[in-house]
């Protein structure tokens, strides 16, 4: 019964700790989910993003990742970690006809916002072909981590995580792209 009696009083120290002694305006006290994804400035800039990345578009992309960007990934030759300036460089000396050409759809998005911060997570699911034509399709589960710099939300992370498809279930249907 002490046993109990301790964690029980250690754990009602830890909120009063948390309650009485954390700043106004950190992070427990903040955290709100925002507009409806369709309409929050967030995912609006998370749309140009992906629209950057995706025509190669070095000038935008500038201007919407922080400098301190990174992404995590799994790709075939095993986890990768792609800073802006990598990403950039590659997008300068890559060949716009080897670039994989993708639709994202963002479904089930959340986002909560602390302070000038905001975290997005998302099944986002690709569609299109690689450079050899071949049709894609797969679905991610996304966590994108934006900041919110004198107005302008910016990208600091992003992080997919590949969702397989179920045993026993085709892939998700290719559809054709939107024109």
């Known amino acids: 019964m002490s046993r109990r009696v301790s964690v029980g009083s250690?754990?009602?120290a830890a909120a009063c700790f948390i309650v009485f002694v954390s700043p106004p305006g950190s992070l427990h006290a903040q955290a709100r989910i925002d507009l409806p994804p369709s309409e929050s400035p967030v995912v609006m800039a998370s749309e140009q993003w992906f629209?950057?990345?995706?025509?190669?578009?070095?000038?935008?992309?500038?201007?919407?990742e922080l400098d301190n960007f990174l992404s995590f990934q799994q790709t075939a030759r095993g986890l990768?970690?792609?800073?802006?300036q990598a990403q950039l460089d590659q997008l300068r000396?890559?060949?716009?006809?080897?670039r994989v050409k993708l639709q994202r759809e963002l479904g089930s998005t959340r986002i909560r916002t602390y302070g000038n911060v905001a975290i997005m997570t998302a099944v986002a699911t690709y569609r299109g072909q690689d450079a050899s034509g071949k049709s894609i399709v797969t679905q991610a589960l996304v966590t994108e981590i934006w900041v919110n710099e004198a107005g302008k939300w910016?990208?600091?992370?992003?992080?997919?995580?590949?969702?397989?498809?179920?045993?026993?279930?085709?892939?998700a249907p290719a559809r054709p792209p939107a024109k």
Do not use: C, W, Y
């Not at 629209?51 to 919407?64: N, P, Q, T, W, Y």
């Not at 000396?93 to 080897?98: H, K, L, R, V």
């Not at 910016?154 to 892939?171: D, E, L, M, N, Y």
């Open 93 to 98: 000396t890559g060949s716009p006809a080897n």
């Open 51 to 64: 629209e950057a990345i995706s025509r190669g578009d070095v000038k935008a992309l500038e201007d919407l």
């Open 80 to 84: 990768t970690m792609t800073t802006k």
């Open 154 to 171: 910016r990208i600091s992370h992003f992080q997919p995580f590949t969702i397989p498809p179920r045993p026993g279930t085709p892939a």
């Open 10 to 12: 250690m754990v009602a």
